[in-house]
């Protein structure tokens, strides 16, 4: 046989070249920053199962969105922690009119008037056994009741709609919850506040840091029993099919790095925007192997939004965002 004719280090052989054949590509504006909103005044305490990421109050969020705006970062997603003593069984801090998302969201609109401020809607930070629903009253183990919890939460993503939140994100897992949250919107006036559904949404191992973060392990039980089981596929496209004739606009697979291979079926399936959320435990394992000295911590953090852009996603959310977009 001859030489091959085909040499595709041909392709390879400067940062020029390589770069006018890439194929995936990961800007600023596919990252959407998680940040943690918590009550008082000049408060950013740092997490510390997660480097260099705070819990912080509305003053320090404000000053950290504009930062990250600054960097290129153009939407970020907030989760709340409420005030100390507020939770209570059926999640009331997080869905009062005064609530701490809804008063950062107001003062993220007024302040930094250019980002897409998201929030996120579960329970699960404002109850006090720590679920994303509604317990049964007998109960001993955390069996969530489906139907009871979906009026709290489309009151939830109602008041943060009414507070100026440009889009709201459901994560608990409910089945019905797109169709309730989508139908009280749009009969409130809001039918122009796009809902991207946590929609393969995994009963992870990777969650551990976020619950450090937010305050919001289960006080008892586990979440197995509304949240997806890690080795399942298929049941993930039922979930993402469900979403979308409920009125989802955007679909989420989290975690991301290990369910790609979900990721990549939904993107061939489902001609529709598609998020990934690189999780806590994503983020804190790189942080800490980069500590140790064992990785380049910059290139293995591009590589894997890479991975995830590759994958399929249009949106990635990540604790990543900042650094990233000041790289890239």
Known sequence: MPFPIHRPRRLRGSAI???????????????????????????????????NQFRLSIDELVAETQAAFEDGVRSVILFGIPPDGSKDAVGTPGWIEDGIVQEAVRALKREVPGVLVATDVCLCEYTDHGHCGVLRADDVVGHVVNDESLELLAAEALSHARAGADMVAPSDMMDGRVGVIREVLDEEGFTDVPLMAYSAKYASA???????????????????????????????????????????????????????????????????????????????????????????????????????????????LTYFARRAARLL
């Open 17 to 51: 070249i390589r770069s006018m054949v890439r194929e995936t590509h990961v800007r600023p504006e596919h990252l959407m920053y998680p940040l943690f909103v918590q009550p008082g005044t000049g408060v950013r305490n740092e997490i510390p199962s997660m480097p």
């Open 206 to 316: 990777y969650y551990g840091p976020f619950r450090d973060a937010a305050d919001s392990a289960p006080q008892h039980g586990d979440r197995r029993t509304y949240q997806m089981d890690p080795p399942n596929a298929r049941e993930a496209m039922t979930e993402m099919e469900l979403d979308l004739d409920e009125g989802a606009d955007i679909l989420m697979v989290k975690p991301a790095m290990p369910y790609l291979d979900i990721l990549a079926r939904a993107r061939e399936r489902f001609d529709v925007p598609l998020a990934a959320y690189q999780v806590s435990g994503e983020y804190s394992m790189i942080c800490a192997a980069e500590q140790r000295g064992w990785i380049d911590g910059d290139r293995v953090m591009l590589e894997s939004l890479t991975s995830i852009r590759r994958a399929g996603a249009d949106i990635i």
